[in-house]
């Protein structure tokens, strides 16, 4: 009788956290969806954007935070589409975070996206209150850009610098 | 039983990931000043050709540091702010001290002949001065701009009270329900502690 109450128990847990993983998937919600040029490029508030940098299953994520003005970012966004092209059949997703004024994605974003043909995931992060969300993302980090996460499940890093490929590689792979 | 047994070691799996998490992602960083700190003066120049150093100002309280830049969207969405914070409190004894730390090869949109047709285009009432070499912005520990660093003149020198943001909202000042840089001044000012010292946002990173 003991042994099954702590079956149960154990087994409420595990599958609240399988559950929760994917709950927090499908619960991303877009306050818009910005569309042209057959690119979509959805917008989230950190409220939704967050469930991303803790999804638990057997994937590692690699979010890049840029925009199209900062210049070290777009020196570095081939590296990602690399990553991206190479591992994605590895259990990789690259997500690309763009910073870019909501006002500037079909004027700026979007072309620069079809101009560069990134075939990464990309996806606007605008939440003005940046003070807030900024350390929720990590400690750390002081808001300046590029930054990025390579996390699987509960292991993971927060980079507040510009990668090579050969580094980004490297990093990826200890998170494997 | 033996269901048991693999219940417990899942569940001992999870527990330890959950553990790695917090002793991955802390990482120790951050160079420049901290609060309390005694900012560095500087000889910088400025763009009507002259150079400005914080000692010229004797008359002043403390001063509002300003590292931005022309090319930065956040730091655009912030001139109209940075202006009204100096007229503001240049006449009550802090004024704003604008610094580029930007290097122009990095940047061609932030040489210093643009910053003189930025800061023509816009009004600017404030010095706009050029980190040459860029060897004062590394000193305060600016990573981006804008980043403003709040200092107060003491006996001691200028001792830096606030480090951060202008205030909640780059997008809408009328949205923004935290001022930070207006309270933090109106608080020393009142001869009160500052509350909110520190605050973070998204910026340009500076570029060397």
Redesign the interface.
């Known amino acids: 009788m003991m ?1 099954r109450i ?2 149960m128990g ?2 409420l ?2 599958f609240f ?1 399988g559950c929760k993983g994917e709950r927090q998937v499908t619960a991303i919600t877009a306050t818009k969806v910005f569309e042209s040029k057959g690119i979509e490029v959805p917008v989230y508030d950190f409220e939704n954007f967050e469930a991303l940098l803790h999804i638990d299953d057997d994937k590692v994520r690699v979010i890049n935070f840029w ?1 199209t ?4 970012c777009v020196r570095e966004l081939p590296y990602f589409e690399l990553i991206n092209d190479r591992y994605t059949a590895k259990n990789v997703e690259v997500i690309l975070v763009s ?4 006002s ?1 994605v079909e004027t700026k974003l979007i072309p620069f996206l079809e101009k560069q043909r990134i075939r990464s995931r990309v996806i606007l992060l605008d939440d ?5 969300w ?2 929720k993302v ?9 930054a990025t996460i390579i996390y699987k ?6 980079y ?1 610098r510009s990668f090579t490929y050969h580094d980004l590689e490297k990093e990826l792979k200890k998170v494997f | 039983m033996k269901t048991l047994k693999i219940l417990a070691v899942l569940a001992l799996v999870i527990a330890v990931s959950a553990f790695a998490v917090d002793k991955v992602l802390t990482k120790k960083g951050g160079d420049g000043y901290d609060i309390g700190d005694i900012a560095t003066d500087f000889r910088l120049k400025n763009i009507d050709g002259k150079y400005v150093s914080l000692s010229h100002y004797r008359d002043a309280k403390g001063f509002i540091i300003t590292f931005t830049c022309n090319h930065c969207p956040y730091s655009v969405a912030y001139e109209d702010r940075i202006i009204a914070l100096d007229k503001k409190y240049k006449a009550l004894g802090y004024p704003v001290i604008a610094i580029n730390p930007n290097n122009p090869r990095a940047y061609p949109e932030d040489s210093f002949e643009n910053m003189k047709i930025r800061a023509k285009e816009k009004g600017f009432t404030f010095p706009y001065l050029y980190d040459d070499g860029q060897k004062i912005y590394p000193q305060y520990g600016a990573k981006k701009t804008p980043h403003i660093y709040i200092l107060q003149k003491t006996d001691k020198g200028n001792v830096v009270r606030y480090i951060g943001t202008i205030d909640s909202n780059y997008k809408d000042e009328k949205l923004a329900s935290k001022k930070y840089v207006e309270d933090a001044v109106d608080a020393l000012l009142e001869g009160r502690e500052v509350k909110i010292k520190h605050t973070k946002a998204i910026g340009c990173s500076i570029k060397a």
């Open positions: 042994c702590i079956c154990f087994m847990l595990i956290t925009a003005w900062c210049k070290p910073l870019d004024l909501p500037q003005p209150n940046a003070n807030q900024i350390p990590n400690e750390e980090w002081s808001g300046a850009i590029p499940g509960s292991t993971g890093n927060f507040e």
